[in-house]
């Protein structure tokens, strides 16, 4: 039975409904037909609901942020029609003001022939591991900053050139309609997927003149670099596959691995595409500007080939609607990224 229910054993006084109080964790059941929603005393505080207020499945889904709404919703729906397991983190208005970040679990109850009679499962406040995962998450962009600073004072071009990347990606991830904590990994690798040059000597990067193979072999591991950098932290983004990928290419053509296709994440397949068009639309120390209309044409000669379709006409929409590069060399924080 739920805690307050059974206080001999796992009472207001026992060690371990303390121990639940402590970090947040209570239990929930849902009884068929009357759809009453149970909660025990824990997940009431959590969620703001007073001691005696009756709860029904409307009532806790409308607190729901609008964009956890209709998924929580739906989730309980398909527990309660085919005894689907419940497992989702959402969030919720509190009565106060705030929003509170829950994990739910739960599973069906079935009478003695089977038939589903309700659910019951768990509910745990994890507002605050939110919170210090935000904070770390901010701290480790900051270190990206930091690097990609660090870089432009180092090499200007190179700098500057990510960060033309990271909008122009940007606008396409955007256009694409991915969600929006995809779009900043989007951003955030791009702004950074020349990282590896750091380990380049200067007189190559700024070498006036074209590389010699050598020389060319040695700048073409800077994917591989950058994503050995990047690999000993956990990003909630795959920052290191975005640069180790972004000159990998559809049709198995790239580096440095030889990935094709859906091999290859789509945020590098996004940046493999802005990296194009701006290198090819900006001035390079080996050769002048060739123009943004030969990076757009390098992009329809090889759609589908080279790069992915969907992302070349996502790109090619975006210049045909006026995109225009940043009249300066972007900042951290501009342009939807950082």
């Not at 600073?149 to 122009?168: C, K, S």
């Not at 007189?203 to 040695?218: K, S």
Request: aromatic share 6%; charged share 20%.
């Amino acid at each position: 039975m739920p805690d307050d229910q059974a206080p001999s054993a796992g009472g207001p006084s026992s060690p371990g409904h303390a121990l639940a109080r402590l970090a947040g964790l209570g239990d929930w059941r849902l009884v068929l037909p009357t759809r009453a929603v149970w909660f025990s005393p824990i997940v009431r505080q959590v969620l703001g609901f007073t001691p005696t207020e009756p709860v029904t499945p409307e009532l806790l889904f409308s607190r729901a942020v609008p964009e956890d709404r209709a998924g929580a919703a739906n989730a309980m729906a398909r527990c309660l029609q085919d005894g689907t397991p419940i497992s989702r983190r959402d969030r919720y208005h509190h009565p106060d003001g705030h929003v509170v970040s829950v994990e739910v679990r739960g599973h069906a109850l079935r009478d003695a022939q089977g038939n589903i009679t309700g659910a019951e499962g768990s509910v745990l406040d994890v507002t605050a591991q939110i919170g210090a995962q935000r904070q770390l998450t901010e701290a480790l962009v900051g270190t990206l900053q930091t690097i990609s600073r660090i870089q432009q004072m180092r090499d200007p071009y190179t700098g500057g050139h990510q960060l033309r990347v990271a909008d122009l990606a940007t606008a396409i991830a955007r256009a694409l309609k991915l969600p929006p904590e995809r779009v900043r990994g989007v951003s955030l690798g791009a702004a950074i997927h020349d990282i590896g040059k750091l380990s380049l000597p200067l007189d190559i990067l700024n070498r006036p003149g074209p590389l010699g193979p050598l020389e060319f072999a040695l700048v073409k591991q800077h994917c591989a670099v950058g994503a050995a950098i990047l690999e000993p932290v956990v990003f909630p983004w795959p920052l290191a596959g975005i640069v180790r990928q972004h000159h990998e290419r559809m049709d198995g053509s790239g580096y440095p691995d030889g990935l094709k296709g859906d091999e290859i994440l789509l945020e590098a397949r996004i940046v493999a595409v802005a990296d194009v068009v701006e290198a090819m639309a900006s001035h390079r120390p080996y050769r002048p500007a060739l123009g943004e209309a030969q990076g757009l044409a390098e992009l329809r000669a090889h759609r589908g080939q080279r790069y992915d379709p969907a992302v070349v006409d996502a790109c090619l929409a975006l210049f045909e609607g006026g995109y225009q590069w940043p009249a300066e060399t972007p900042v951290w924080g501009a342009g939807g990224f950082g």
